[in-house]
């Protein structure tokens, strides 16, 4: 298994001004991903963090609006730019081992964010 | 490209009754299924996983969960709710093989369990 943290657990930012998501791992796994879920819905993948590479972003999502990072196999980062109330959201991190044998996903506790 | 209907937007069940929570799917490739609990202002997790094999699963806290190839379903089921079971519910499908994509996940809009006294 793997314990997933997320720094900040909620933040609440003005319109045009970008955040910052931090994920750690406490081992090194294979994939990350990004989620976002929105009030009162489910969870919509926003992108796979690639180690060593650019991130893989699902469609309606671009790189410019969430830009990712994943430096290693335990960390990556989603930044959030120029907000906007429509970007209020939780944001979850997740990793997994990535085989077909054991395709389990795990998730951080998420990070609330409020865009006034 | 894969969906997941979970047609119960909100289950109110009492204590100590049974409840079923209802997942279905559709895919063109063969998944594996998972279940995931997401409780107030926490992440989610695990519940319960359908790879292969025995087509039901029991899972944490007195879950168990059937996989119907023929109905694409992927039912939740407890004999028994607490109080404590009160959460979020997510169905969740991912593909068999890594497709270029990993192993994302695709979620059901959730189930709201609510259980009362």
């Known amino acids: 298994s793997a314990v997933i943290s997320q720094k900040p657990s909620r933040d609440i930012c003005q319109r045009g001004t970008s955040l910052t998501i931090q994920c750690q791992v406490d081992?090194?796994?294979?994939?990350m991903f990004w989620y976002r879920q929105q009030p009162g819905q489910s969870l919509t993948l926003i992108a796979t963090?690639?180690?060593?590479?650019?991130?893989?972003?699902e469609s309606g999502f671009v790189i410019d609006k969430f830009p990712i990072s994943r430096p290693n196999l335990t960390f990556s980062t989603l930044t959030v730019s120029n907000m906007s109330p429509e970007d209020s959201s939780i944001y979850l991190c997740?990793?997994?081992?990535?085989?077909?044998?054991?395709?389990?996903?795990?998730f951080g506790p998420g990070t609330r964010l409020t865009v006034l | 490209a894969q969906s997941v209907t979970q047609l119960d937007s909100q289950v109110p069940v009492f204590e100590e009754a049974p409840v079923e929570l209802r997942c279905n799917y559709s895919?063109?490739?063969?998944?594996?299924l998972f279940w995931y609990v997401q409780y107030p202002n926490q992440g989610l997790q695990l519940l319960l996983k359908?790879?292969?094999?025995?087509?039901l699963v029991k899972g944490i806290n007195g879950f168990e969960a059937e996989f119907n190839k023929s109905q694409t379903s992927f039912h939740l089921r407890k004999p028994s709710v607490h109080i404590s079971d009160t959460a979020e519910y997510f169905c969740?499908?991912?593909?068999?093989?890594?497709?270029?994509?990993?192993?994302?996940?695709?979620f059901g809009t959730g189930t709201q369990l609510k259980v009362e006294l």
């Open positions: 969740a499908v991912s593909d068999r093989g890594l497709t270029g994509g990993g192993n994302k996940l695709t």
């Open positions: 997740s990793a997994g081992l990535g085989t077909a044998a054991n395709n389990e996903q795990f």
């Open positions: 963090a690639n180690q060593g590479s650019e991130a893989t972003y």
């Open positions: 359908y790879l292969s094999g025995s087509t």
């Open positions: 895919s063109s490739v063969s998944v594996y």
């Open positions: 081992s090194q796994v294979t994939m």
